[in-house]
Structure formats: structure tokens, C-alpha cells
């Protein structure tokens, strides 16, 4: 099995897991979660989908990095699974494709979102933005795909591009053009921040992103994630080292802290969001 480096370009990744063939589009699932209720509006049914390109230090999910690896799935295999539990979505609940990173799988996790449209399932997406590009054909593919999301969740893991790289591998420049293109075409979405001791729990920074996610339309919430250390045992068993070894999750005072300089209780339109007819 080949393990695809983490900094292989976003075309590379697509060609690599064989997203486009002569037959139905499969993608590669790492698990799914019946009844999630805090991956977007309501309760949903989550997909989580396996392949991500950062390294994020506080990841809790390693075994979601590799790609190309997983339960192979159809879009209708998991519409199928899906639909049984519609009734206790109410009006706000639907699907949620999370990760590992659900733009890994952009052909993918385009089909699915347009067959769950077609089905009346609201759609939810998950993502970091990593694989975000402007470059083609990915980019058509993209703006087909916010066509059929009626909200996302947008993880920024640091306003900072230079902290953003020390923190995941990565700089920020790509996810933040993918969040103003999200903005300008009015893409309901969920603002996220996980909150880290002595990696993005900085007064300064969490100001400039408070004052960043000001500018941006149609955020609907904004929260801020505790750091916690539930996945150091999977970091063991994989024989990874751990990147935050002995840092512990920040005090609720710090939580409220950046809760204030992010303004997290100015985005209330979440309580009342339904997805678009």
C-alpha cells in the first residue's frame, strides 16, 4: 500500500486515490457516526471521510491522515444507510462529511452532496480548507460543490500564516482565499477555532481573528474547541510521536477569554437556520 505524501498538490491527491473511473465514484471512508450532534445544525448523519494533507500538532485522528486507504463506498451505499434515520434530523439536521479533510475527496464528496440534495438530505461540510486552489478543474468542481452545501464548518487553525505553518505544516493563504470566496457568494457557514495552549492561545492573534471573522458574511456561529488529549493513545499505538506531549487543555477562564476576543456571542443566527429551499 502506498502511503501519499502529505505535500503532494491537490490534483496529485485527487488522481491518486482514482476519484474519476469508468464506473460509480467511490471514495474512501474511515468511519460514520449515526447520531452526531455537534458536527453542524441539529442532529446529522457523519461521514467521515479518511485522507487529510496537514499535520496538524493537536490532531486527534492519525489514523485519518493516509489517503487512498479505507472503506471503499458509493454515494448511494451511504444515501442508502443515511436516510434511515431522516426522522430525527427535525429541520435543521441532514449529513455532515467530515475527516481526515472531506476536500481530499473533492469528485467524491461532490456526487454525494448532489445526490443528497436530490433525496432532500441537507448537507453540511466539514473542512480546513488545506486543499483549497483556484486552480483548474478543481476550482469549477469546488463552486459546484458550495452549490449543494447549505452550511459548512471552517476550521481556521491560526490567522497567522507562518504560526498557521508551525502548527499543521502548512500556511493559511489558500484556506483564507477559500473563506472569501465562501464569503462573497454568501456561504452560510460555522466558524472554528481550537483553542491550544502555547500554540493558539494568544491574546494577540485570537484579537486579529476576531476582527478577521468581523469582515467575512453569512457566518452563522463561532466557536471556540478546548484543546483536549483524548488522541495521545492513538499517537502510542501507531508509534507516532506526540507533538504536545505534557501540555495540558486550557482553563475555563482562557476559553471565555478567547470566547470574548473572538465575540462568539455576537453569531447567533445558527439558532434559527434552515437550510436553503
Known sequence: MKLYDSTESPLNVLDAV???????????????????SVDGPGIRFVVFLQGCRMRCQYCHNPDTWNIGVGDEM????????????????????????SGGESLVQLDFLLDLFTKAKAR??????????????????WFSKFEQLMKVTDVSLVDIKHINSAEHKKLTGFGNENILDMIQYMSANNCDMWIRHVLVPQRTDDDHYLAELGEYIKTLNNVQKVEV????????????????TYPLEGIEPPTAARVKNAENLLHTSDYNDWKTWRPRP
Not at 441537507?122 to 480546513?128: A, E, F, I, P, V
Not at 483536549?228 to 499505538?237: A, I, P, S
Open 18 to 36: 482514482g476519484a474519476i473511473d469508468d464506473g460509480p465514484i467511490k471514495g474512501y471512508v474511515h468511519s460514520v457516526e449515526s447520531f452526531g
Open 120 to 137: 432532500d438530505i441537507s448537507t453540511c461540510l466539514d473542512t480546513s480548507g488545506q486543499p483549497f486552489t483556484r486552480d483548474e478543474p
Open 74 to 97: 458509493t454515494a448511494d451505499q451511504i444515501l442508502d444507510d443515511a436516510i434511515r434515520y431522516k426522522a430525527f434530523w427535525g429541520e435543521q439536521g441532514g449529513m455532515t462529511c
Open 225 to 240: 474547541l478546548p484543546y483536549h488529549t483524548l488522541g495521545v493513545k492513538k499517537y502510542h499505538e501507531l508509534g507516532i
